[in-house]
C-alpha cells in the first residue's frame, strides 16, 4: 500500500500539468484569433457600411450604358440603322440610283427611305400603308425610284401593287402621295411569293422596260411588265418548292434556287418591237450535291454564284453557246468558311455581290460575311449583325455619300424590326 501513494499521487500532479499546458495553448491560440479578426475590421469603424452597397448601385447604370455602347459599335463597317418598323422586315431594295431604299415591313406598312447621307442621324421616309390583314413578303422598284412593286399576302392568295407617284396641285403638299397603278390577284393561287426581282431589260432588242419577277413557295415564277403589270410569261421549276428566283441585270436571262441541287436557267427572249416573245429553259447548272439555297447574277450578267447546302460556293461561266448544247462551265468551287459547334460545315442563306463584283455579301442566320468574289477569302465577318435572323440583304447599285466621301454600302433587315447599313471593306483587303 506504501509503494501505490506515492505512484498515484505523482500520476494526479502530472495529470494536472498536462491539463494546463493544454488550457494554456487553446487560450493563446483563442487570443490570436480574436486580434487577427480585430485587424482585419475598418479603420474607420464610424463609416456608414451601407455606403459600398450605395456605391455599387450608383455605378451599375453607368456600366450597363457603356455595355450598351459597345455593342451598338461592334463593327467597324456598321454605319447606321434605320429604326421605326413595327415588326419584323422581310425585304428590301435599293433604287437605281441608290438614293432610295425601300423596306417591307410585317407591320403592313411600306417605307422610302431618302439616303442622302448613309451616316446622317434621321432620314426622311414615305409611309405606303397596305390595306388591313395585307401582309408585304417582297418589294422592288420598277423603272425609277417612284415606282414600286410589292408583293402582299392575305387569306385569300398572294396579290402585287404597283405604287407610283401621283401628281398633286401646288398648293397641296410637296411630297408625292402614292398611288395605285395597277394590281394582280391571286397570282400564284393561295401560295407565298418568296421573292420579286427587277431589272431593267437592255439585252438586245429589249425597250429598257423593267421585267419583274414574282416567285412562289411553290413551284411556278411569272414575269411581269414593271409600268402596265401585264404577264410576259410563266415558269416552272418542278423541283417540290422554289428557294428563290432572280432576274439577270441586263434582263436576259431567269434563274431559280430551288429544293434540288441543279439550277435551272431560262432566256428572256424579245422581239424586234422590244416586247417578250417567249421564255424558254437553256441551261442547267449541274455540280452541287444538294440543294442550292441562293444565287445572284454577276454585274455583267455572264456569271452565277450559287450557294449549296452541301457546304460550298460555285461561280458559274454562263456565257456560252447554248444553242449549240454548249454547257456551262463551273470556273471555281469554295468551302463555305461557317461551321456549327460541332464542326460540321453550314450554308448561306442570302447572297449580294456588289456592283463592282469583287465583294459577296453572305448571311446564315444573324452571321454577315464578306467575302473576297475571286478568292473566297473572308473579308470580314460581323457576328451577330442583328438580334435574330438577317431576312434580306442588297448592295447599292453605286457608291453613295458616307459624311464628306462615298462609299458602297449594303443593306440587311432582320426580325429584330431594323435595317442596318454597312460600309464595304476597304479595297486593299482583297
Known sequence: ????????????????????????????????EVQSM?????????????????????????????????????????????KGHGDSVTSLCFSSDGKSLVTACSDGVIRVFKLDDASSKSFK????????????????FADDASSIVVACSTMTGSSLYMYGEEKQKEQ??????????????????KKAVLTISGATATYGTADGSAVIASCSEGTDIILWHGKTGRNLGHVDTNQLKNHMAAVSPNGRFLAAAAFTADVKVWEIVYQKDGSVKEVSRVMQLKGHKSAVTWLCFS?????????????????????VRYHMDEDP????????????????PLHYDRLSLCPEGKILATSHGSTLQWLCAETGKVLDTAEKAHEGDITCISWAPKAIAVGESKAMVLATSGVDKKVKLWEAPKSQSL
Not at 172 to 189: F, G, S, T
Open 172 to 189: 397641296q403638299a410637296k411630297l408625292p402621295l402614292p398611288a395605285i397603278k395597277w394590281e394582280r390577284h391571286n397570282i400564284h393561287d
Open 329 to 344: 462551265k463551273t470556273l471555281k468551287v469554295f468551302p463555305i468558311p461557317l461551321c456549327d459547334p460541332a464542326g460540321n
Open 125 to 140: 421616309f414615305l409611309r405606303i400603308n397596305l390595306s388591313a390583314g395585307g401582309h408585304p413578303t417582297a418589294v422592288a
Open 38 to 82: 480585430a485587424k482585419a475590421e475598418p479603420q474607420n469603424p464610424t463609416r456608414n457600411p451601407k455606403s459600398n452597397q450605395t456605391f455599387a448601385k450608383k455605378n451599375h447604370p453607368k456600366s450597363h450604358a457603356a455595355d450598351k455602347n459597345q455593342i451598338k459599335r461592334h463593327h467597324p463597317l456598321d454605319l447606321n440603322t434605320l
Open 299 to 319: 454585274p455583267n450578267s455572264d456569271k452565277i454564284i450559287t450557294a449549296s447546302k452541301d457546304g460550298s460556293l460555285r461561280l458559274w461561266n454562263i456565257n
Open 1 to 32: 500500500m506504501d509503494s501505490v501513494l506515492p505512484v498515484a499521487i505523482a500520476s494526479i500532479i502530472l495529470g494536472a500539468v498536462i491539463a494546463v499546458l493544454f488550457f494554456q495553448t487553446y487560450f493563446r491560440k483563442r487570443t490570436s
